[in-house]
């Protein structure tokens, strides 16, 4: 698997050198629309976690003592414009590695990149298949111009418009976006991080799901609202197909602003998921020694919001601020085991030490659980990500720092710390300190 993750990287190597001054040169010509774009990605994440404190474990504790874990994916980003604002996507992607202790042990988990890893073998499949189709509302206004990029074709568009997308995809695609932490690939690498964690968005186990979403784009903000399949078991790989009772939606507004000369972006998100879920309480009724959530499944829902905002404080200065709560009632069914979470960092480019390609970053999360959750786990029950068999309650605390380096075009190694305060949200346990490197090639 080591060997196939060099051999990709090297591709990339060559691929991304030769196609990076073409796309510096486009975007200083402010290309004109094309019916085409082609993009790539590699990434390849090691990670390890130093010995702590572990005077017990269960079925999905954080292992104290375990070597290296590696993931890779490597991705092509293929889209086609048949004709004016109706726009083709397909991304064929492979994925192996493992996480550490089988993904497991922390709601925060560190590599962002596990969750498209379900083999350690590694196997190719369609990640993405969707169509976009956009209406100029006024075609008299002035125009928002793109730049060739992953799932983005080189045009322009009306500040005015409808926007539908409908097929395979990532919720993330569309909701909870980020400037400064939102991609495993090349920022923060937690999940708390990556994406709002209290938001248990619908998913398979590698991180896409089947749907569709509408957005209204205007100069200045936009509204987006969608609806997605849910997987039929927990974190499964298949969804459930009676979408009357199973599946996930979303609702966001989304505001521009400038702080004088700086821009920022603000979202807000309400969700509701409907799926085939246990819930807490049930199940200690049941049985209080080991509660099994999985015997109290039925149709029930989940809801909560998500609040996202990015501020640029210079030039090459960036803050952001996320926070998140669900009802936490039900369990966890497609990302990870948090009810409620602040997250809050910073994001540096290396331009002041003549780096302008290089980054660094800072950010600090506390994730929680819900009253019922926390009973759940005290009585010795288990999530898919949590569980150690007992409980002594605290909130799970987060801070991510990392540099980002650019050895040369298209090519970035990253080394990445994380210090994980109360890891399961188990006083008993940690703290744990991790190592990672990641490499990432793109084009």
Not at 58 to 66: A, F, I, K, Q
Not at 68 to 85: E, W
Request: hydrophobic share 35%.
């Amino acid at each position: 698997m080591k060997r196939i993750g060099l051999n990709i990287l090297a591709a990339m190597v060559t691929l991304g050198g030769d196609q990076q001054v073409h796309g510096e040169a486009a975007m200083e010509q402010h290309a004109p629309d094309s019916d085409w774009s082609l993009h790539g990605q590699a990434t390849t994440i090691s990670q390890r976690v130093f010995g702590f404190r572990s005077p017990y474990e269960g079925l999905n504790s954080l292992s104290p003592s375990e070597p290296f874990r590696s993931t890779v994916t490597a991705t092509v980003f293929l889209g086609y414009k048949p004709f004016y604002g109706t726009e083709l996507y397909v991304n064929p992607e492979m994925s192996g590695g493992k996480g550490l202790s089988g993904t497991t042990g922390a709601g925060g988990f560190p590599n962002g990149e596990a969750t498209r890893v379900g083999n350690a073998e590694i196997s190719p499949y369609i990640a993405r298949l969707f169509l976009r189709q956009t209406f100029d509302l006024d075609r008299a206004t002035e125009k928002v111009t793109v730049e060739s990029d992953k799932n983005q074709i080189a045009g322009s568009r009306s500040t005015s418009a409808l926007r539908f997308t409908v097929g395979k995809l990532s919720t993330g695609d569309l909701f909870d976006n980020n400037s400064f932490s939102h991609d495993a690939r090349t920022q923060f690498m937690n999940w708390s991080l990556m994406a709002n964690g209290a938001w248990d968005y619908p998913a398979d186990t590698r991180g896409y799901t089947w749907g569709g979403a509408v957005e209204w784009l205007n100069k200045g903000w936009a509204l987006r609202a969608g609806a997605f399949a849910m997987p039929k078991e927990a974190n499964g790989s298949h969804f459930d197909h009676k979408l009357g009772q199973a599946s996930g939606s979303a609702v966001e507004f989304e505001r521009s602003f400038r702080l004088g000369e700086h821009p920022g972006v603000a979202r807000f998100e309400v969700f509701l998921n409907f799926a085939h879920m246990g819930t807490y309480k049930d199940s200690i009724s049941l049985n209080q020694s080991a509660p099994d959530i999985e015997a109290t499944r039925r149709y029930t829902s989940k809801y909560g919001f998500a609040v996202n905002a990015e501020q640029e404080i210079c030039h090459d200065l960036g803050a952001f601020v996320r926070a998140g709560w669900n009802d936490g009632k039900t369990e966890t069914w497609a990302f990870t085991e948090i009810d409620e979470t602040f997250s809050a960092g910073l994001s540096l480019k290396g331009g002041r030490w003549e780096r302008p390609n290089d980054v660094l970053g800072l950010a600090g999360v506390i994730n929680g659980l819900s009253p019922d959750h926390r009973d759940y786990l005290a009585h010795g029950g288990y999530g898919f990500i949590v569980g150690d068999g007992q409980l002594s309650y605290g909130t799970e605390k987060i801070i991510e720092t990392y540099y980002s380096c650019r050895v040369i075009s298209g090519v970035f190694v990253t080394a990445d710390y994380q210090f994980i305060h109360n890891p399961g949200y188990n006083r008993d346990r940690g703290p744990a300190s991790l190592a990672t490197i990641r490499v990432h090639g793109e084009f």
